[in-house]
């Protein structure tokens, strides 16, 4: 391991240094920048000297992008060499064969999740579900997928965007007690799931054929796309007749379409109004090219690259083969009342809140005393579901990405709810904290230690704060917002409308992680020239939950 601070030293001028001066060693981030400003990197090769490593002062830290398009380079010609058949099927050149009595009245079984997946594994080509915040895609549906899948003997890729969802998607496997083998690096898995790694799992076979017989004979293979493609040995010792996709709204054509090769059908979960592939081009240089743009969105819904192969599916599904696609409706997670901010304006008033403690009133008495006896901000958390406080910019924030008076106040009410839920609080389940910057983000887990070791409250440091692009898939009892909004300009990189600009994705994503509570601070003159952050402080403000200067 290499740890390296922002306090080591002064950075060379870039013409000081190259890339011939000096080995390129390959690493791995280990640990990502903490409140220190220190990050922690894992050397790949393992026979490096230490001595060379510690024999130098300065680094430069580059991002290794060439093993990953090389993977999707691969990948994307082993889609070429597909029969011309199957390459229409897989662009949506051609419509997806409709299952037998594919009507609804075809499914009759006793949840919707359970009808969505008699829809899905009918498909005989493809099936695409959207899955809105807390509705249960992956611990209802896509574990529902994998029993029947393994009872049904099909052998199956189940594949996320992200590392932190295949964490979760072996959490339920393992809870069902079903066989796979995950793909991937040490670093990259959570302790739990790492017994389950390739290396693992075929460490103690003494013999090649016993280790053929544990590849070929595994039902379930799970991993990131990234890591999936960057095992082309595996697809050469077995296949697959179905792809399962979590999190595919985030993924492109090209690494999509790599994968979804390798196997005879595939299942697309995702949500294209939550967070969307990471592009960095401008959405005029990702258009498609005017020569060819009429010819490519009528026989392929094709417009923009930088939108996901997920959403094209879904939205040509949507428009002509409506066996293809199916969305759920009932989502579990939220409070209605913080449902309902993100129901009306983003999914047409379709989500349904089932649960009755779904629409049951706050109750004060659970909550300790306000901090100060005149504290509003204190009193509004004891009472109200949705609360706001206004914030400007103090004389020491001298970063545009940091807010004093924001960090301060959900270090506040982080102790508040804390405090509150007493021996109940798990920093895990309870409470999470949304920062628009890391830097911000640093700042807050700089403060909650403070609080925690003046309160004698460690479990309060161990709050997870962090941008919305990590929490999307997670949920907390309490969620606190910091927008560390102070000028106009910051809202380019804080908003992503979709192509109509009805959504909002990053806000959408922002404000569905709460179960119980939400907590939002920032500067009103700012977020309100954006208009969905101005439909949300105008809900705020109308139920009651704005707190005065």
Request: aromatic share 6%; charged share 20%; glycine share 6%.
């Amino acid at each position: 391991m290499v740890s390296a601070s922002e306090a080591d030293g002064e950075p060379l001028p870039a013409a000081s240094l190259t890339v011939l001066d000096a080995q390129v060693v390959k690493t791995t981030l280990a640990e990502d920048l903490g409140a220190d400003g220190r990050v922690v990197l894992a050397v790949r090769n393992r026979r490096m000297a230490p001595r060379y490593l510690h024999g130098h002062s300065h680094w430069a830290l580059e991002p290794d992008t060439y093993d990953t398009f090389r993977r999707e380079w691969a990948g994307l010609t082993s889609f070429l060499s597909l029969p011309a058949a199957q390459r229409r099927r897989l662009l949506a050149r051609t419509a997806p064969r409709p299952p037998q009595g594919w009507e609804a009245a075809h499914f009759t079984p006793a949840t919707e999740a359970s009808e969505v997946v008699a829809r899905a594994l009918a498909a005989p080509d493809w099936f695409v579900l959207c899955g809105p915040p807390g509705t249960g895609k992956t611990r209802s549906v896509l574990r529902e997928l994998a029993i029947r899948l393994v009872a049904g003997d099909q052998h199956t890729l189940l594949a996320a965007y992200t590392n932190r969802a295949v964490d979760e998607i072996c959490e339920q496997l393992i809870d069902a007690n079903l066989p796979f083998i995950r793909i991937g690096s040490r670093l990259g898995t959570a302790p739990a799931y790492r017994p389950y790694l390739l290396d693992n799992m075929i460490r103690d076979l003494p013999t090649r054929q016993m280790v053929r017989a544990r590849l070929t004979t595994t039902p379930l293979y799970v991993g990131t796309i990234s890591s999936m493609l960057g095992r082309p040995e595996l697809f050469q010792l077995k296949n697959f007749d179905v792809a399962v996709v979590d999190e595919a709204s985030q993924v492109l054509e090209g690494p999509m379409l790599a994968l979804l090769a390798k196997a005879r059908k595939f299942i697309l979960i995702g949500d294209h109004r939550q967070l969307p592939a990471v592009v960095t081009q401008e959405p005029e240089a990702s258009a498609v090219a005017p020569a060819v743009a009429e010819l490519l969105r009528e026989q392929l819904g094709l417009t923009n690259l930088r939108n996901s192969y997920f959403e094209r599916l879904f939205r040509r599904a949507e428009a002509q083969w409506p066996y293809a696609h199916g969305t759920l409706a009932n989502q579990y997670r939220a409070h209605a009342e913080l449902a309902a901010l993100v129901n009306d304006d983003f999914y047409g008033g379709q989500l349904r809140s089932p649960a009755p403690w779904q629409h049951a009133s706050l109750n004060p008495s659970a909550w300790p005393a306000p901090l100060a006896p005149a504290d509003a901000f204190g009193e509004a958390l004891r009472r109200q579901r949705l609360v706001f406080v206004p914030t400007r910019r103090q004389p020491d924030d001298f970063s545009q990405k940091e807010s004093s008076q924001e960090a301060e106040l959900a270090a506040r009410a982080a102790l508040q709810v804390a405090q509150g839920y007493g021996a109940q609080f798990d920093p895990d389940a309870t409470l999470g904290i949304i920062a628009s910057y890391r830097n911000q983000a640093a700042r807050i887990r700089a403060r909650l230690a403070q609080l925690a070791q003046e309160h004698g409250l460690p479990a309060l440091a161990q709050v997870s704060v962090d941008t919305v692009e990590r929490y999307q898939g997670s949920q907390r009892e309490v969620i606190i917002v910091s927008f560390c909004c102070h000028h106009e300009h910051q809202l380019e990189a804080m908003v992503s409308p979709d192509e109509t600009g009805q959504v909002d994705r990053k806000l959408n994503v922002a404000v569905t992680r709460a179960r119980q509570q939400l907590v939002l601070l920032g500067n009103e003159l700012i977020l309100s020239r954006a208009p969905h952050h101005a439909a949300l402080l105008a809900r705020v403000r109308k139920g009651g939950g704005w707190v005065k200067d």
